[in-house]
């Protein structure tokens, strides 16, 4: 209001008494009223209107353009929008134009309208813009456009109305499901090849996870947005696009940081999650045993505390003052200790677990039994092998991260020899850092193991991606210098000469865990590697001595 004259105020009040027929956008009077006010003042003037025809904001801009202010965040169920329509002026009888189409999609609004004013400051042309409830000729919304105010003929109850029904659709079988329907986003400025791929796997941890995937979007650009990762147009595109999908969940296939959840959340208002978050949730729903649930909580607690923060003014202020001197806590303040002593009693916890195990290895050791551990990349097929190989019946599907906690049986070999064999949880690229470190009770069994049974899945196109994110997790845990003999598992769904390849180039064993046939000649070769690892290195030849000239022994 400021710059403006007392009775040019008294006048723009004037327009929250004007009430508007639902089946109408704007009536010609609140038109007329608008394009009056706007040629007085030579500012841009706009009117928020809900669904009921009340005018619940009016908004005063300059010569080019306005600013909405921040609207509640109500009506967030699927599919609905946010039951305002804006209807603004444009003094140069120009179209719609960015940044309207950005409103329109950033705040979900049911419409936005652009009224021409003449220059005798009478309402002119109009042109107004929904979005559709499908994307059709690569376009999001439809335009409708008239030469004057007084001839628009449109339903505007209905249409929304209508809009609203084909976008709850979307989705709603998921909904009765109980199901999250995600859109997964990749920002790179890598090769988008390795991207794409990245997204592949991000999509099955999704499914893993329970989520339908929606939509996934891959966007290339040199440099990241520090506060949105992607572009705001990119993200204005993923907004209507989650409405059309009935999408309440965005999951980014990168680490985000907290600054960054908190805006792109703040500015989409939708849910956002990212791949260590997915990955901690899947973890989660898979841990049975009481060892497995403090190890995903563990990480979870550490994967939040640098995430904590106060949600507004009321959560900061302090529990000190009259009554309590000294200098006092903030809300803030006392959630993080209470975390930071949540995470200390889950490591002593751990402790406890950590120190139980070593009590049964060593028990192991003094029966002194071979141990050999089943490591590999997730849905690789270990859970398969252990179970052909010892008759168990651990949990295998065809999911990421089904195992979990570890499995131990004993195993007898053709010639009787006994060995343990332990199955283990997988592996995968970019592992979270806190969940390798909660989950070091686990994996401290592989420091145990006499030789570690790496086992591949030959049938994905990225098994040599998945050897080296192995090696690259087994170099972090210092297990380099662990015998290993690599097993290509599914060869019945690789071409044979892959299968034979890989297993004569790695020195390994090919076979399909779920056909019994080709396990003979693995059994054989882990029978060869264990009588070896017993027997011990082989003694150094020994060294000839060398004399000095002339001197004989």
């Known amino acids: 209001m400021n710059g403006l004259k007392h009775d040019q105020q008294r006048r723009l009040e004037r327009l929250y008494r004007r009430r508007v027929p639902p089946k109408d956008l704007v009536t010609p009077e609140l038109a007329r009223q608008m394009a009056e006010i706007s040629q007085a003042i030579r500012r841009q003037l706009g009117v928020l209107v809900d669904r009921s025809g009340q005018v619940s904001y009016v908004i005063v801009g300059d010569a080019k353009g306005l600013l909405i202010p921040a609207l509640p965040r109500e009506r967030g169920a699927r599919g609905r929008l946010k039951g305002l329509r804006l209807i603004h002026t444009h003094l140069d009888d120009s179209p719609l134009n960015h940044d309207d189409f950005m409103d329109l999609a950033l705040l979900r609004l049911d419409a936005v309208a652009a009224l021409a004013v003449t220059p005798e400051g009478l309402p002119g042309a109009i042109e107004v813009a929904h979005l559709l409830p499908h994307e059709e000729d690569g376009r999001n919304w439809a335009v409708l456009k008239e030469d004057h105010v007084t001839r628009l003929k449109l339903d505007f109850a209905a249409m929304v109305e209508s809009l609203e029904a084909e ?14 329907r995600a859109i997964l986003i990749g920002v790179t400025g890598k090769s988008r090849l390795a991207a794409e791929e990245s997204l592949e796997e991000l999509a099955e941890l999704a499914r893993s996870a329970g989520l339908t995937v929606a939509a996934t979007i891959l966007q290339k650009r040199p440099n990241f947005d520090p506060r949105f990762l992607m572009g705001k147009g990119k993200l204005s595109e993923l907004m209507i696009q989650a409405l059309q999908l009935g999408s309440d969940l965005l999951v ?19 849910r956002v999650i990212d791949r260590t978050q997915l990955i901690l949730d899947l973890f989660a729903q898979r841990a049975r045993s ?16 640098p995430r904590l923060r106060g949600r507004d003014d009321a959560l900061s202020r302090l529990t000190g003052g009259i009554g309590g001197r000294g200098p006092g806590e903030t809300r803030l303040e006392i959630d993080r200790r ?3 002593t949540r995470l200390y009693r889950l490591q002593r916890d751990l402790e406890k677990v950590r120190a139980e195990r070593r009590v049964r290895r060593e028990g192991r050791q003094r029966h002194q039994l071979p141990i050999l551990s089943i490591i590999g990349y997730t849905n690789a097929g270990k859970s398969t092998l ?4 010892t008759h168990a019946s651990v949990l295998a599907e065809d999911r990421l991260f089904a195992t979990l906690d570890p499995t131990t049986r004993r195993l007898r070999f053709p010639q009787e020899r006994e060995v343990i064999i332990t199955d283990t949880v997988g592996f995968i690229q970019d592992l979270p850092k806190n969940l390798l470190e909660a989950f070091k009770a686990t994996l401290e069994e592989l420091e145990e193991a006499d030789l570690l049974i790496h086992v591949i899945d030959l049938s994905n196109p990225r098994f040599m991606e998945h050897m080296a994110a192995v090696d690259e997790i087994l170099a972090s845990l210092d297990l380099m210098d662990k015998p290993v003999l690599k097993v290509f598992n599914k060869m019945d769904l690789a071409p044979a000469n892959l299968a034979a390849l890989q297993a004569r180039i790695h020195n390994g064993v090919a076979i399909s865990a779920i056909d019994e046939a080709t396990l003979p000649p693995l059994i054989a070769r882990l029978e060869e590697r264990v009588e070896e690892i017993l027997a011990g290195p082989a003694p150094e030849p020994p060294q000839e001595r060398i004399l000095p000239a002339g001197v004989r022994e």
């Open 338 to 340: 209470r975390m930071q």
């Open 386 to 389: 252990f179970n052909a190989l």
């Open 167 to 180: 976008l709850a659709r979307a989705g709603a079988e998921e909904a009765q499901n109980g199901k999250d």
């Open 290 to 305: 009481r060892e497995g649930k403090l190890q995903v909580e563990m990480a979870q607690v550490k994967y939040l505390l």
């Open 252 to 270: 980014f296939d990168a680490e985000l940081t907290p600054s960054q959840v908190r805006s792109i959340t703040d500015f989409t208002e939708l």
